[in-house]
């Protein structure tokens, strides 16, 4: 009842838009065809076609890009929001000092020059007022994060994150501290990829809604959806990266290219496989290992294995131990960009090279 409600209120209001622009325009009509001297019928016509154009653009040239410009306001943070407003104040006040003189200029520069200073206080004002937002109301000292902010940061979460699935597990041993906010936007997209018609997309989707109820049943940490529209032709991406930078918050992601994206900008990013990678145990040459041999390696002889973080351990003469369990000795241990590769030797084969020294 409460969905019927709203979607016949909407109706009503967008009928409400039609009817008030074709009066708008029919009398605009009416009147053009008055100034070019039109009678009777042809001005009735002309009358009749501006309020049938009326009605048909009603809705699209005012409520809904009223409703879009409210969705927009309604998802800037109070600072940000506060900032403008008191930056368009100033600017019509100093153009208000301005008007005098620069409408003492001759002919039509005192008519026009007001209007351009006004046009130019208001933009300068409002953007940098807009980007010190944060460090003006924490000079005042005014909270520009989250209420209780002994709790950590507020921390933007990506659909990614939702839907690797490891936040929820980090999130529960109480290492992560602060506000977990999902805008409306991710949700959206999550439901997007859940009713995909590849069955793996579609999983991947379903599995991110399972997790994200997860969370805000099991979470100690406060989770937040907020509702942010994206504008049109804006991404998820580019619009995560904007919020983060007007709220002045990391974003909390496993995708490389809107970390990329976010560092170039000046943006924090949080990536999940970092932390992970950070955490695997540190192995050093010597040390030795109890290891499951499970397929053969790209050289000839190797054997290959994992250990329970997922890192890969390759086992030089190990393919003769395949499918079985041995014990090996680490000899190299390789960093690279994708994570930790590790070199290792059968136990007893190091000693007997030893043996033979």
Request: aromatic share 6%; hydrophobic share 45%; proline share 5%.
């Amino acid at each position: 009842m409460a969905g019927d409600n709203g979607v016949l209120s909407e109706v009503r209001r967008e009928l409400g838009w039609r009817i008030l622009v074709m009066l708008a325009l029919g009398l605009l009509g009416w009147r053009i065809g008055r100034a070019f001297g039109l009678h009777g019928l042809e001005r009735a016509a002309v009358g009749g076609i501006g309020g049938l154009v009326g009605a048909l653009i009603g809705p699209y040239v005012t409520g809904r890009p009223l409703g879009r410009l409210l969705a927009w306001l309604a998802g800037l943070p109070t600072p940000v929001l506060a900032m403008g407003v008191i930056g368009l104040l100033i600017a019509l006040f100093v153009s208000a000092l301005l008007t005098l003189p620069l409408s003492l200029l001759p002919g039509a520069y005192g008519r026009v020059a007001p209007m351009i200073a006004g046009a130019i206080l208001s933009y300068v004002l409002m953007t940098s007022l807009v980007k010190r937002s944060s460090e003006i109301f924490r000079f005042f000292g005014l909270a520009t994060e989250s209420p209780d902010n002994s709790q950590g940061q507020t921390m933007l979460v990506d659909t990614s994150v939702v839907i690797d699935g490891r936040i929820a597990d980090a999130v529960c041993t109480g290492f992560v501290r602060g506000k977990l906010v999902v805008p409306s936007f991710v949700l959206h997209e999550l439901q997007h990829i859940a009713d995909s018609s590849d069955p793996l997309r579609r999983r991947r989707g379903r599995r991110g809604l399972d997790l994200l109820a997860r969370l805000q049943k099991e979470s100690p940490l406060p989770v937040e959806l907020p509702e942010v529209s994206l504008e049109e032709g804006e991404t998820v991406d580019a619009k995560l990266v904007k919020l983060a930078r007007q709220w002045s918050c990391p974003i909390l992601t496993t995708d490389f290219n809107l970390r990329q994206v976010a560092e170039v900008q000046g943006v924090q990013v949080l990536n999940l496989n970092d932390l992970a990678v950070a955490l695997k145990p540190v192995v050093l040459p010597g040390e030795e290992l109890g290891l499951r041999i499970v397929q053969e390696g790209t050289e000839p002889g190797q054997g290959v294995g994992f250990l329970d973080d997922g890192t890969m351990v390759v086992v030089q003469g190990g393919k003769r131990y395949l499918s079985t369990q041995v014990d090996v000795t680490v000899t190299r241990v390789h960093q690279t960009a994708m994570g930790r590769m590790i070199f290792a030797q059968p136990k007893e084969s190091v000693g007997n090279s030893r043996g033979r020294e």
